[in-house]
């Protein structure tokens, strides 16, 4: 296995670096304490090509390989996770899911506008009573002949006050279980389709995360994604590749709150000497870099495998749990490195210690993946 980074890696890493630094830094603690959609930010994306990466180009996509998008999501990530949050779901979420299983018509219809960022989508899956255990769907959508009736309520939807699309995952058949579930292309302007208040959350904050209701929303049996019954393969399908890009989320979160801790350790003085001559801020840094390589080790190999075209299922979750882990013990870290500079909002760390906590419960909690990654080793999937 071999990660030195290509050109167009490399190209991407750094277009990803300077835009986060330079465009996403500035405003990122105003936007996060005043809980401001970063719409003008997310267009700029959109115009560098950060919302479709992995699109083939003839659909509007960037047609790169996962790595890149990877690369790129760790440096926003490093910033701004309310942006990387409403750039994984897009891409990693919604757009590959649409590219691999959905049919060439809503491809041409909602991937184009996807891929560019022109649309914004969101994935539906969890309910007020279906987080973790998602096959108990309450949410149904009963077969009309030529069209599903959709009722129910989903919760904790990311984009979901600003999407044009939602794939939404409901019951069609309880007595068939998870073989009775469907994914629908749901537009948000449909009748029945109604976008509850925006949470108020503990990181992440400047992503618009609602409860979204649909009440008699009748969708066509044409934007069924797949056979009938696939909804909950194509879930745990695309979700397989979603976590690789939370797990490079978490590995920016780390790697940004290693960075400001390195320097302020360099600058601040106690003792007359730098923080970082003291061998315990020292230790703490060199824990923070090995764990943080260790994780990035992990995460570049799932992207790695799915690039090759092989089974990346428990990798990217052994690479969520772990790189998540990485991210909230390092943040906390980096806050005590600063001292009580770490504990006000100018510094940032403060922030990223926040966001660094929800890399451990979307996309499947650290629990859930250490579900997926055992159900793997049991049934000799690894090794
Ligand atoms: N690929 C293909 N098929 C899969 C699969 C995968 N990765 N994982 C499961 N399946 C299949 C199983 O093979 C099984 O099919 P068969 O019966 O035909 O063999 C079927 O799906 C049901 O699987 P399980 O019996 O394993 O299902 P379970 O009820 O035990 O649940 C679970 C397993 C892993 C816990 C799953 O429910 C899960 O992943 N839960 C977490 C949900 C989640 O991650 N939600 C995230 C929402 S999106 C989000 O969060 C976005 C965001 O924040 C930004
Ligand atoms: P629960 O499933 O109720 O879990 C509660 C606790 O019990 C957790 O610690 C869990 O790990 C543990 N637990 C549950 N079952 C087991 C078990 N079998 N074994 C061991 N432990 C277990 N969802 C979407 O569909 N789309 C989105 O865009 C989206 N964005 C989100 C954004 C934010 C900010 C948040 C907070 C959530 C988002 N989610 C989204 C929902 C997220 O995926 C769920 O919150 C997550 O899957 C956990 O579900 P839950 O909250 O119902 O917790």
């Known amino acids: 296995m071999d990660f030195t980074l290509n050109e167009e890696q490399l190209a991407v890493r750094e277009a990803a670096r300077d835009f986060a630094q330079r465009v996403l830094k500035p405003g990122v603690i105003e936007r996060d ?18 919302m479709g990466m992995m699109v083939d180009p003839k659909y509007g996509g960037g047609g790169m390989d996962s790595l890149s998008y990877i690369l790129a999501l760790e440096e926003l ?98 007595e068939k279980g998870h073989r009775g579930i469907n994914a629908l292309i749901v537009e948000t302007d449909w009748e029945g389709v109604t976008v509850g208040a925006k949470e108020d959350k503990l990181g992440i904050r400047s992503s618009d995360t609602h409860t979204i209701m649909y009440s008699d929303v009748k969708v066509p049996k044409t934007n069924r994604i797949g056979e009938d019954g696939f909804g909950f393969k194509f879930a745990m399908k695309t979700l397989a590749g979603g976590r690789i890009g939370i797990a490079a989320q978490a590995l920016g979160i780390a790697g940004g709150a290693y960075e400001l801790a390195t320097a302020y350790s360099q600058e601040r003085e106690a003792f007359g000497k730098p923080i970082s001559q003291h061998q315990a801020i020292a230790f703490k840094l060199a824990d923070m870099a090995t764990d943080i390589e260790a994780a990035k080790m992990l995460v570049y190999r799932a992207a790695w495998l799915k690039d090759a075209g092989k089974d990346y299922n428990q990798a990217g979750a052994m690479a969520k749990l772990y790189a998540s882990s990485v991210a909230m013990k390092h943040t906390v870290e980096a806050v005590q490195i600063h001292g009580g500079y770490g504990f006000v909002k100018e ?36 090794y």
């Open 347 to 382: 510094y940032h760390v403060e922030r990223l210690m926040r966001d660094a906590k929800i890399t451990q419960i979307y996309e499947g909690t650290s629990e859930v993946q250490k579900i997926v990654i055992s159900r793997g080793l049991l049934k000799g999937d690894l």
């Open 77 to 174: 990530s490093k910033v701004d996770n309310s942006c990387s949050v409403i750039m994984s779901v897009n891409n990693s979420l919604v757009c590959y899911g649409l590219e691999t299983y959905g049919t060439e018509e809503q491809k041409q219809q909602y991937l184009t506008k996807l891929a560019t960022g022109e649309w914004i989508g969101a994935f539906c899956l969890s309910e007020p009573e279906a987080g973790s255990d998602a096959t108990s769907q309450r949410t149904t959508a009963v077969d009309m002949g030529d069209h599903y009736l959709l009722n129910g309520t989903k919760n904790w939807i990311t984009n979901g006050g600003t999407s044009k699309v939602h794939l939404v995952i409901a019951q069609t058949d309880a």
């Open 33 to 50: 304490s005043t809980m401001t959609y970063p719409t003008d930010e997310v267009r700029q994306m959109a115009e560098l090509g950060f």
